[in-house]
């Protein structure tokens, strides 16, 4: 049993403040159980193992802050909101033609002023309002294992394990508030079998023969709350009672709101040999592998509203305004895909000397990617757009869309080029400097490659014609009806092959030629023994990494300045605004007729990078006189792309499409400085029976990790360049 209980836990300095002037607690109550058995079925050949453990979370979390429209707000005075006491010292002033930070109510947007009486009400005068949701948990895992000796030079094993994790939807901690919502529920599982049979095949040969199996389901649900047509919104809801939501300093309602089911199957075959000839031990292995996975997702099926003030100045204003930012919807998206993976390797570790070992070996893997079965994969040809060159697996796509079975797009349905030359080499060294095992030095170089996960294609599954998502910036009818300059909401949409796409659609696209990224890594220790305890050593650590996935904007918009100017017929006041984005982008520049159907085009391109160095110090002392001491500092940097920003996600790649080094700097997982000491005493053995018994052999140990924070980007979240 292992417990932890929330009295013995620090306060959260943005928790709520009760009448008795203390912070409310987290309410943390964390329990782990479980145990072990083991033993023997038949004499000196069958053996059994199995053990249980169970964790029970139960917490409540009491620094969620949001910021809601008060009794002032909802009357149109934003005097007091705007004011500094609510912004840092910093006075707002409403854009005009809002005067004085007030706004006539008669302005406002109905459907906002219907979900703001579903908020949870504040007389702050700031609409500040902090409340608690749940954050409970249970896990249970199970394992068993069997050993078979079979004879002195042949074993065989079989192992299962099974792990189940559910978390409840925070909603259900507190049903009066919508905002709670904000976490979903997961029922997730996990099972693994493993075979394994070892043989000796002589005094110098081993065989190692494995054969796995591993299922993991993952369903991620909510709680019913409001969709937009409960709000009288002129958006369909594939998923009713559900949306989501997000102002700029104010609250978000329905973070990942979205359901998800994902199942997941991976089959794996290994085997190994291992010859040990002389001064060489040698290593053979291959290894093949297959994986079948079906994720169905829904996360924007009642549509993602933004409101980042670019309006007035304020994200509530917005709100109740009902002019959003940006409006992404979409159907159920889903990926249906398997892989195939090979591997073949050899390695050779050989004592050169007495003193020098030296490793070298070669990996063989070929990147063959992920083949889409359900087709939910898409190419783009520019040369095609301009030749008006029309996809024959679905008529009503726009000129330049490629998907399986047209001419032009790669084998199958991958929509990549297969990568046979992934070849990775590695060699090391180790010298004993002295011959007496008192100092050593390691050296070692390697390539390795890595497979992408197998949800980043997910953003082309969930665009047209498949999951149609569509991305409406500034929508001009506002929250109450988004799509009522553009014909009129287009959803729901079945797919088929006369599917009708949507206006300004969003797509993404993978390149043909893309590589699997990879990593080359090195580095160099010196170790030292002093005395009898002590233990020391200086490391060096380096890799470069490259070829790394990336999403590229190929049709963003064009800034075509601030003054007046007429596109298509169409005069505008102010020629750049994010209202006109789409008419903006450049395909629709170059051709009206087929560009009216591509809005945001993100490619996945392999061009980002990054560099980690690192200098690593250590020592260790062996507990001799009853102290044990070993500490670790490390100082590195990690610089390069911007990576990670959402590879699911719509024009959230590089800021200027065409100047990827303008996101370089430090990597988000950086950290300078690093360090850990851990620290151990032993009381002796006392000579007094009394204290022998009493005293002898308790051990305390401590152990101290500090780091350096986390890098900070800072972004206004509105589109400054006006580039979409």
Not at 50 to 67: D, E, H, I
Not at 177 to 202: E, F, H, Q
Not at 614 to 642: E, H
Request: charged letters at 15%; glycine letters at 12%.
């Amino acid at each position: 049993e292992f417990m932890r209980h929330h009295s013995l836990n620090a306060t959260n300095r943005f928790a709520a403040v009760g009448p008795d002037g203390t912070r409310a607690d987290d309410g943390l109550k964390r329990h782990q159980f479980g145990g072990t058995l083991g033993g023997r079925i038949v004499r000196d050949r069958l053996f059994f193992f199995g053990a249980y453990q169970g964790t029970a979370v139960r917490q409540r979390p009491a620094a969620n802050l949001a910021y809601v429209p008060n009794a002032a707000m909802l009357a149109g005075d934003y005097s007091t909101f705007a004011s500094p006491a609510c912004n840092s010292g910093r006075q707002i002033t409403l854009r005009a033609p809002f005067v004085n930070n007030r706004v006539s109510p008669t302005l406002f947007s109905p459907a906002a002023v219907k979900l703001a009486g579903m908020l949870p009400k504040t007389d702050n005068p700031c609409g500040e309002i902090r409340f608690t949701t749940s954050a409970d948990e249970n896990q249970r895992q199970v394992v068993t294992k069997i050993d078979w000796q079979r004879t002195a030079n042949h074993s065989v094993f079989g192992r299962y394990m099974a792990t189940i994790h559910k978390v409840d939807p925070a909603a259900l901690s507190q049903p009066g508030n919508i905002l709670a919502a904000a976490s979903s529920g997961l029922d997730n599982s996990a099972t693994s079998i493993a075979i394994g049979d070892t043989r000796v095949l002589s005094s110098n040969t081993v065989n190692s023969f494995r054969i796995t199996f591993n299922n993991t389901t993952v369903d991620r649900y909510n709680v019913h709350v409001v969709d937009g047509p409960d709000l009288g919104a002129k958006v369909y809801s594939y998923e009713p009672g559900h949306m989501r939501l997000n102002v700029d300093s104010g609250f978000s309602l329905g973070q990942d709101s979205g359901y998800g089911l994902a199942d997941n199957d991976a089959y794996q075959l290994s085997n190994d040999v291992t010859l040990v000839r002389r001064s060489h031990q040698l290593s053979l292995g291959a290894s093949v592998a297959y994986w079948h996975s079906e994720q169905y997702t829904c996360a924007r099926c009642g549509g993602d509203w933004q409101f980042n003030g670019q309006t007035t100045g304020l994200g509530l204003a917005d709100f109740l305004l009902g002019r959003a930012s940006s409006l992404e919807h979409g159907g159920p998206g889903g990926l249906i895909f398997d892989q195939r993976y090979l591997g073949l390797f050899a390695q050779d570790t050989w004592r050169a000397t007495n003193r020098v070992t030296v490793n070298a070996g070669l990996r063989w893997e070929p990147f063959f990617g992920q083949n889409i079965l359900n087709g939910a994969v898409t190419n783009f040809s520019i040369e095609n757009f301009r030749a008006g060159v029309k996809s024959t697996q679905f008529v009503n796509a726009p000129a330049g869309l490629l998907f399986p079975g047209d001419t032009g797009f790669p084998p199958g349905k991958t929509g990549m080029n297969r990568q046979w030359w992934n070849l990775s080499p590695r060699a090391g060294i180790a010298w004993d400097v002295s011959g007496n095992g008192r100092m050593a030095v390691r050296a070692s170089y390697g390539i390795a490659y890595e497979m992408p996960a197998g949800d980043y294609q997910f953003l082309q599954a969930s665009a047209p014609p498949f999951g149609n998502r569509t991305l409406v910036p500034s929508p001009e009818g506002g929250f109450d009806d988004p799509y009522r300059t553009l014909g009129g909401d287009p959803h729901p949409i079945v797919t088929s092959r006369n599917t009708v796409f949507p206006l300004f659609g969003a797509f993404g696209s993978i390149e043909p030629d893309i590589n699997s990224p990879r990593v080359q890594s090195w580095n160099v220790t010196v170790e030292r023994q002093l005395g009898a305890s002590w233990q020391v050593a200086v490391s060096y650590l380096g890799n470069y990494t490259d070829r790394l996935w990336d999403m590229v904007g190929i049709n963003p918009a064009v800034f075509m300045g601030t003054g007046p100017c007429t596109i298509y017929g169409v005069t505008y006041s102010t020629c750049s605004t994010t209202a006109n984005t789409n008419e903006r982008r450049v395909l629709y520049l170059e051709n009206r007729t087929e560009g009216a159907a591509i809005g945001a085009v993100d490619l996945y391109a392999d061009r980002g990078s990054q560099t980690y160095r690192g200098v690593k110090l250590s020592a260790q002392r062996r507990a001799g006189s009853g102290v044990s001491l070993s500490g670790n500092y490390t100082w590195s940097y990690c610089f390069g792309n911007l990576m990670g920003g959402g590879l699911n996600q719509i024009s959230s790649g590089s800021t200027n499409p065409d100047d990827p080094n303008l996101d370089r700097g430090n990597c988000d997982q950086n950290r300078t400085h690093i360090g850990n000491v851990t620290l151990g005493y032993q009381t002796p053995q006392f000579a007094s029976a009394a204290l022998r018994v009493l005293a002898s052999d308790w051990r305390v140990s401590g152990i101290l990790n500090a780091r350096a924070g986390s890098w900070l980007t800072v972004t206004t979240g509105r589109d400054t360049s006006l580039n979409g």
